[in-house]
């Protein structure tokens, strides 16, 4: 079957499921996990047509879309190509429209094949996220990647978003010797064998992905090459702990798009609280679900006169943790050895173990959002 969006008349013999909008398409894509091909009418507008098929190239990868326009320019051909739209074809050439169809239904067929062994290994996506600087990120972010790996069971790893800025080489003391800079070369074709020549280890079952180092190197970055990295290391990790900066870049919201756990981290300060809660507006608009958001309290036994219930009503979400405040921290930094391997009984590490076992280890997937819906208009292409 396939699902025509927005598209007038169909050329095709076989029966096809049109649908009003790519809200709709979304929808009956969910309720067929085996449908494999989606036609974009003309009226549909090209910005959100590129959106939603930047959204199923990770969500469902072996969907084809294909882009029915009146007019088709180099231009547009670029940036469809680039979104992942297989092919593009011009309104009322129905031949070129059928054709179309047969070849992107053969490549999703060959696409699922090839998935099937890595979709046995559904690693989960935890973004570690605060919208102030300096609240913990990073610190929560190692810590909690050496607690979810301490059994010995799980394989996980750190991947360092904070592009521009990226300090978690520098927190555990690795030379980055690789980083995600040299990703670029296989963007578009990255396998587990490029994704694995990217890691550098640190402990059994712990890696790390570190943020470039060169000066200009962050921006090179695109934003869809983070949802395709995620996408491989999904089937290598049982989790990916990704490490973000204090600000929703497209780098971070492609991170959140995919992730199975959003932390939100906050210290009990005013201006930490205020941006937390723009933050977690910004995240109810973007359609994010609570289901899978955990707001933590890092250093809430510091003596600044916000109890964690004043932090609660400000915030208005429940803490899922709170971490004290050490020197220990700072210490353990100094040395480049996580607190939670270097002194796992210290009540730092204690409560980002336990937030790790009750809220990651134990939990079920839950059932993933679908972000794109409410989108638009929110800046992002
Ligand atoms: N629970 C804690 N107790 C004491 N110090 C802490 C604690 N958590 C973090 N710190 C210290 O706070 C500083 C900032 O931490 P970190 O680098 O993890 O923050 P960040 O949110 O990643 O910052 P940035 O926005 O710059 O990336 C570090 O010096 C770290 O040692
Ligand atoms: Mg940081």
Sequence with gaps: MTILCQLATWPGETTASPVDDLVAALRALDDDL???LVVVGPDAATDDALRFTAHLRIDRPTVGVILVRRHVDVELLTEALRAGVR???TAGDDAALLAACDRSRALSGHARAID??????HGKVVTVFAAKGGCGKTTFAINLAAALAAGGDQ??????LDLAFGDVAINVQLEPVRTISDALPMAGHLDMTGAASLLTPYRPGLDMLLAPVAPGDAEKIPAALVGELLAVLRGMFDFIVVDTPAQFSEHVLTAMDVSDHHVLLTTPDTPALKNMRIALDMLDLLSYSRDIRSVVLNRSDSKVGLSSSDVERVVRSPISAQVPSSRNVPISINKGTPIVIATPTHPVSQAISRFARER?????????????????GAGRR
Excluded: M, N, Y
């Design 34 to 36: 085996t449908e494999d």
């Design 87 to 89: 092919e593009v074809v």
């Design 116 to 121: 099937e062994p890595a979709a046995t290994h």
């Design 155 to 160: 394989r996980v790893c750190v991947l360092d």
């Design 360 to 376: 990651l280890l134990s939990q079920p997937a839950p059932a993933r959002h679908k972000p794109f819906a409410v989108r638009r």
